[in-house]
């Protein structure tokens, strides 16, 4: 494998200053955090890296996805607070005290190979947005409905189909990126 090329695996741990120690059940309560980390560290990073590769159409979607990540954890603490407050924004919180960590990492993957990190970023991105809209948001909303609470099935549902919304946004630029990709090559 030549150094210039980078796996989806190696920016998954350029994150991994984030994730030290982080707690990811899959309960409810934790992916109110997982929608802010998304909003505030992954997303405006991955608009980052497009922009610095020099593809500002895919730093746009990049930055709308994560302003709609941001209503995802809203809708949701709306949720909670009819239920009980939960545990607020510890894995947020400690993605944010690791951002210049995070950041260096990442600056040492776009300097190796800007247009092979925003490809993979692409496909990362792809590969949350459907495990979320698939299989983890489906999940809550059964548990919702099995609990006959119709306002909190709802709120899922609203997010499975903003979810899924940004997986097609997402592997729409990934396709005309690699199509206008193999056009020049
Ligand atoms: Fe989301
Ligand atoms: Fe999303």
């Known amino acids: 494998m030549s150094e210039r090329t980078i796996t989806e695996d190696m920016i998954f741990e350029c994150f991994a200053a984030a994730q030290k120690g982080a707690d990811l059940?899959?309960?409810a309560e934790s992916f109110v955090?997982?929608?802010?980390?998304?909003?505030?560290?992954?997303?405006?990073?991955?608009?980052?890296?497009?922009?610095?590769a020099g593809y500002p159409e895919i730093s746009k979607i990049f930055l709308t996805v994560a302003g709609e990540e941001k209503a995802h954890a809203v809708w949701m603490r709306e949720l909670y607070q009819e239920m009980g407050e939960p545990p607020r924004g510890k894995d947020?919180?400690?993605?944010?005290?690791?951002?210049?960590?995070?950041?260096?990492?990442?600056?040492?993957?776009?300097?190796?190979?800007?247009?092979?990190?925003?490809?993979?970023?692409?496909?990362v991105a792809i590969r949350v947005e459907n495990r979320e809209w698939k299989?983890?948001?489906?999940?809550?909303?059964?548990?919702?409905?099995a609990a006959k609470?119709?306002?909190?099935?709802?709120?899922?549902?609203?997010?499975?189909?903003?979810?899924?919304?940004?997986?097609?946004?997402?592997?729409?630029?990934?396709?005309?990126?690699?199509?206008?990709r193999r056009a020049t090559a």
């Open 25 to 27: 059940q899959s309960s």
């Open 149 to 180: 609470n119709t306002r909190a099935a709802e709120v899922y549902q609203r997010v499975i189909d903003s979810e899924k919304q940004h997986a097609v946004w997402f592997q729409e630029a990934l396709d005309s990126y690699q199509n206008a």
């Open 92 to 123: 947020t919180a400690r993605a944010i005290a690791a951002l210049k960590e995070i950041r260096d990492n990442c600056d040492r993957l776009l300097a190796m190979n800007p247009e092979g990190v925003l490809e993979n970023a692409l496909k």
């Open 33 to 52: 955090d997982v929608e802010e980390y998304e909003n505030r560290v992954m997303y405006p990073e991955f608009a980052r890296w497009a922009k610095e």
């Open 135 to 145: 299989e983890i948001y489906p999940n809550l909303r059964d548990q919702a409905i």
